[in-house]
C-alpha cells in the first residue's frame, strides 16, 4: 500500500541509516507537488535514476501557504503524499514544516540532492552541506511548459470563461 512509503522523520532516518550500511545511494529531492504533472514525474524518474533509493520530502499544508500564499495548496498534504507515493520511482516520502527542507537534509545527508532547473546548483537549498561530504547536487531540466502556477492560471482563465 503506498501509505507505507509514508514516514516520520526519525523512522526515515533509521531506514536511510540501514540502506547506507548495504552500500545504497540515497536521492533526495522536495517541493510541494500541488497539482501533479508531466513535469513533476520527469523530475522524479531522472532523480531516481541518479541512486537507488528516492526520497520526495513534501512542503506541509502550513509550509506552502507561506511560501504560495492562503489559497495554496489546492491538495491537501496527506493526499499530495499518497499520490508521490503510488509513483514507481518513489520509495519514501516525508514531509517538512519550515519553507525550505535544509534541517531534514541535516538529518538524511543523502548521497545525491535534485531540484528541478529552476533552481541553479549554487542556490539549492542543503547543497553546501550535501557537497561537504561528498554529496552530488543536480538541476534537472524543466520540461517546457509544464508548472503548477501555469496550470492554476490555465484553470482559473477557463473559470472565469464560462
Given amino acids: 500500500m503506498t501509505e507505507n512509503k509514508i514516514k516520520n522523520h ?7 541509516k540501514s540502506l547506507k550500511k548495504r552500500g545504497k545511494r540515497v536521492v ?8 501533479l504533472h508531466k513535469g513533476h514525474v520527469r523530475l522524479l ?3 531516481k535514476s541518479l541512486g537507488d533509493v528516492l526520497i520526495v ?20 498534504q496527506l493526499d499530495r503524499a ?3 507515493a503510488a509513483l514507481s520511482p518513489v520509495d519514501f516520502v516525508t514531509f517538512f ?4 527542507p535544509e534541517n531534514l537534509i541535516k ?4 548521497d545525491v540532492l535534485v531540484k528541478g532547473g529552476d533552481w541553479k546548483k549554487a542556490k539549492i537549498v542543503g547543497g553546501v552541506h550535501v557537497t561537504s561530504y561528498g554529496g552530488k547536487i543536480y538541476s ?5 511548459g509544464y508548472s503548477t502556477s501555469r496550470l492554476i492560471n490555465r484553470m482559473t482563465q477557463v473559470s472565469s470563461d464560462e
Avoid at 533526495?28 to 497539482?35: A, E, L, R, V
Avoid at 538529518?107 to 543523502?110: G, R, T
Wanted: net charge positive; glycine share 4%.
Fill in 10 to 16: 526519525s523512522k526515515l532516518i533509521t531506514i536511510i
Fill in 28 to 35: 533526495f529531492t522536495n517541493g510541494c507537488f500541488d497539482i
Fill in 45 to 47: 524518474e531522472k532523480a
Fill in 57 to 76: 520530502a513534501l512542503n506541509s499544508d502550513c509550509s506552502v501557504k507561506k511560501i504560495k500564499g492562503p489559497a495554496r495548496p489546492l491538495n491537501r
Fill in 82 to 84: 499518497i499520490i508521490i
Fill in 97 to 100: 514544516n519550515e519553507p525550505t
Fill in 107 to 110: 538529518k538524511l545527508n543523502p
Fill in 140 to 144: 534537472i531540466k524543466f520540461v517546457k
